[in-house]
Structure formats: structure tokens, C-alpha cells
């Protein structure tokens, strides 16, 4: 039972380039979440996905995009990456979008330099 | 308004000691407030829950307290063990949309 797994687990990358993380998850969820975590800001939602094929903004989506293109993966695309963007980054799941019982996964380290 | 605001931002307790932790909100729309527990290198996972029709929820040595005509609820951690060293966040959830979360606090249980 994995849950919510996102990969990588880490990552460098210089200012400019992009890259894509993956988060897949096995318990049929409706919703998917990516938040970004930042010391002293808590956790702040990025984008979401209510279902496949519907994706839509939360409080902080400048400079990212996202797709879901199947039910069971959420990608968050950073088209250019900036040293802003050095997080840690969460993906959740819930089977709702009442807030009940987010699952998320281990996160993404990422380091922009 | 959307915000949460969560207090300490850390906290030192000593082993067998009481640790609480408060957050606000001024939405009076919210109607569920769930706690988080964060350990080092994981993501949150849910650790106890209240609605607003109740003023008190106990799980084992963790308690929700609600107030809602203060617009306030905190966590209290009974006989603090140096394994619930861990970062929590307070969340709200406005009816029927998504959960708001608490900026965070990290508590530290010294031996």
C-alpha cells in the first residue's frame, strides 16, 4: 500500500532549466494537491485537481504548471526554474475536496542555484 | 478572510511536560479543523480532528481544544515524549472547500 509516492526525492537544478516531478497515488482519490513548504510559511497550495483532465490554481501558481492527465498522477512542471523556487514541495490526495483525510507523500527537496 | 494563525513558531518542552500549541482564524465559515504532525524528511500526516459543535476531542495524550466564540483552538500534548518531536500544523477547512493551513511549529521534547 504506497499511497502517495512523488519522485525525485531531490533535486539540483540551475536558474533556467526545468523539470517536471511526478506524484502518483493508489487510492483512487478524486483531488490532488502540490503544495510548496517554506520555513515560516507553513505549507501553501500551489495547484490542485479536482479530477482527471481538471486542474485549476491555488495561492502561489506563479511559475509553475500542472497537468493531470490520468487519475492516478499529478505532475508540477517548472518551466524556468528561479532561486525562489528552492522548497521542498508536498503532493496530497483526498478522496473529496471537503478536507477530509489529505494523504501526502514524502516530498521533493529541490534546490535552485 | 483565508488565514490561520498559528503560535509558537517552536517550542521546547521537557520530557513528561505539556505542550500546547494555538492557532486562530476569523473565518467563521470554517467547519473543520484538523491537526498535522509532521516528522523530519516526511510529509504531514493527520493526527487528530475536531468540528466546531464540540469543545473538546481526545485522542491518548493528545487534545484538541475548540473555542469557538473566541474563534480559537489549540493542541495539548499530555506527558510530552521526546518521539512527538515533530513540526505541526493547524488547519481549517471553509465549508466544502479546501484545507487552510497554520504556518507551523516545530516542538522540541528534551530527555
Known amino acids: 500500500n504506497a499511497g502517495v509516492t512523488q519522485t525525485p526525492k531531490f533535486r539540483v537544478l540551475k536558474t533556467g532549466q526545468s523539470m517536471t516531478l511526478l506524484c502518483a497515488q493508489d487510492m483512487n482519490h478524486e483531488y490532488m494537491y502540490w503544495y510548496r513548504q517554506d520555513p515560516g510559511m507553513g505549507l501553501r497550495l500551489i495547484h490542485y485537481s479536482v479530477g482527471e483532465g481538471t486542474t485549476a490554481k491555488g495561492e502561489v501558481p506563479d511559475g509553475y504548471n500542472v497537468s493531470r492527465l490520468k487519475k492516478q498522477n499529478f505532475l508540477l512542471g517548472l518551466e524556468s526554474a528561479a532561486p525562489s523556487q528552492t522548497s521542498v514541495y508536498f503532493c496530497a490526495s483526498s478522496y473529496s475536496g471537503q478536507g477530509y483525510g489529505y494523504t501526502f507523500g514524502s516530498g521533493t527537496r529541490l534546490t535552485v542555484v | 478572510q483565508q488565514q490561520v494563525k498559528q503560535s509558537p513558531q517552536s517550542l521546547i518542552v521537557q520530557k513528561g511536560g505539556i505542550s500546547i500549541i494555538n492557532c486562530a482564524y476569523e473565518?467563521?465559515?470554517?467547519?473543520?479543523f484538523p491537526w498535522y504532525q509532521q516528522f523530519p524528511g516526511k510529509g504531514p500526516a493527520l493526527l487528530i480532528a475536531i468540528r466546531p459543535d464540540v469543545s473538546e476531542k481526545k485522542e491518548g495524550r493528545f487534545t484538541i481544544s475548540f473555542n469557538k466564540s473566541a474563534k480559537q483552538f489549540s493542541l495539548h500534548i499530555m506527558d510530552s515524549q521526546p518521539g512527538d518531536s515533530a513540526t505541526y500544523f493547524c488547519a481549517a477547512r471553509p465549508s466544502f472547500q479546501k484545507l487552510v493551513f497554520g504556518t507551523g511549529t516545530r516542538l522540541l521534547v528534551s530527555p
Open positions: 473565518n467563521t465559515a470554517f467547519d473543520y
